[in-house]
């Protein structure tokens, strides 16, 4: 029998791997795997807590103000628009931009060539009145002569009846005659006065003493007056006092009176504020896109003269205001414990209440031994994120909750928390 074994050469003996120690290795790698899974599963789980944790905030003590903010745009208290009267050409401009003004001041010049001919023309049609009426008046006199030799003759029956009719008709005539040179001469006076008017018209005044804004024509330029007013320049009053037209939704309009302090802050300068006073709350509504909102006047000074017109302006009226009580985050008050904890799960007042003091009755809790406990409280004013409370077991610093986190979902240190918001916020903990 033949002898067929190969014998292996050094280096096919190096490279060949135990078929047993690979059979280990892989053994290894699975119990590991099924260890890691356990720890994770059931040792890991019994190092978190169980339950739910609490997001929490201390009740403060201190002032809060109850405030409307809407915005507007910056205007002058009085601006007049200056137009043309008369239709023509622009012969000269006397002003231009942020130039001062007083009332009577001439702004600007149509060219007067065709109004100082219709003058001439009115005066000719005066004087042709005047000349019809002379001769009228002479007609007249003469027809009363006539009449009175008529009725000498009738009396002593030199001349017939007819001749004496025929006298009064020619009398009465001219006294008509008359009547109507007197009419013409009214309307000459009447056509004169206006080519002096319209003369006048060429010459554009200032109505008020005041700040041009605006300055719509140039020398040269044509204007028509036919059918609308062209606007030549626009004056502002006086720009030391200014107002800002803002629009307030209907659910603050009725916190705002007239007379309430304001301040207002405008984009060119943010750092500064700018007093005012509400002065008109408009009646008229202003319906935008479903949203209905009113008009309120605020008058601001601008004694500096940084206040500029057509600015956009952020107003803050202060409506309310209370020192030294206790406040609380407006989510305490919206804060309810699931089901099966604390009180149950009964809807909690609103924050903010109606008019001034105390207006609604609201819930929060406090915690106590790391349960919730209820506190029926009086809920007052609110900023929009604090509201003041009051009632009893309310002390500053006590800690109030603001809404759950699950621990189990990955609340606890170095994992994310398992609640709606995603950490506690300045000066806010997260109790287990």
């Given amino acids: 029998m033949t002898d067929t074994t190969v014998s292996e050469t050094p280096e096919q003996h ?58 507007g745009t910056v205007q002058p208290l009085l601006e007049v628009t200056v137009g043309a009267q008369v239709s ?24 007067a060539a065709p109004y100082e001919a219709q003058l ?152 500064d504020t700018f007093d005012g006073t509400v002065t008109s709350l408009r009646i008229t509504p202003i319906t935008t896109n479903g949203v209905v909102s009113y008009e309120s006047v605020i008058e601001v000074s601008n004694d500096d003269g940084r206040l500029r017109p057509g600015m956009t302006a952020t107003v803050t009226a202060t409506t309310q205001k209370s020192d030294g009580v206790f406040r609380v985050p407006n989510a305490a008050l919206r804060y309810k414990p699931s089901a099966g904890e604390g009180e149950g799960g009964e809807k909690t007042g609103a924050p903010g209440g109606s008019g001034k003091g105390f207006g609604a009755m609201g819930k929060l809790f406090l915690l106590s031994a790391g349960q919730p406990a209820p506190r029926a409280v009086k809920v007052g004013i609110t900023d929009g994120v604090m509201t003041e409370v009051e009632g009893s077991g309310l002390s500053e610093g006590a800690e109030v909750i603001l809404e759950e986190t699950d621990a189990a979902a990955g609340g606890g240190p170095g994992g994310p928390p398992g609640g709606k918001r995603g950490g506690p916020g300045p000066g806010r903990m997260r109790v287990f």
């Fill in 88 to 111: 023509g050409r622009i012969s000269a401009v006397h002003v231009d931009y942020n130039a001062k003004v007083k009332a009577g001041d001439l702004l600007a010049e149509i060219d």
């Fill in 14 to 71: 190096r490279y060949k791997r135990p078929r047993g120690g690979r059979r280990w290795w892989l053994i290894a790698l699975v119990v590991a795997a099924v260890g890691g899974a356990a720890y994770y599963k059931f040792g890991r789980k019994a190092e978190e807590p169980a339950g739910p944790g609490y997001l929490t905030d201390k009740v403060s003590k201190g002032a809060i103000e109850e405030t409307v903010r809407a915005t």
């Fill in 120 to 271: 001439a023309q009115a005066r000719a049609s005066l004087l042709a009145a005047r000349a019809q009426r002379a001769q009228a008046s002479a007609n007249l006199a003469l027809a009363e002569k006539n009449l009175a030799r008529a009725n000498e003759l009738r009396a002593a029956a030199l001349n017939a009846q007819s001749e004496v009719d025929q006298a009064v008709a020619a009398r009465d005539a001219g006294r008509a005659s008359v009547q109507v040179a007197e009419a013409q001469i009214a309307q000459a006076n009447a056509g004169l006065s206006e080519a002096e008017n319209r003369l006048t018209y060429t010459r554009i005044l200032a109505p008020i003493d005041g700040i041009v804004s605006k300055r719509g024509v140039e020398p040269g330029q044509t204007v028509a007056a036919s059918f609308q007013t062209p606007t030549l320049f626009v004056i502002a009053n006086d720009l030391t006092r200014m107002r800002i037209i803002a629009n307030v939704d209907e659910a603050n309009i009725g916190k705002l009176k007239e007379g309430m302090k304001a301040v207002a802050r405008v984009e060119a300068y943010p750092r």
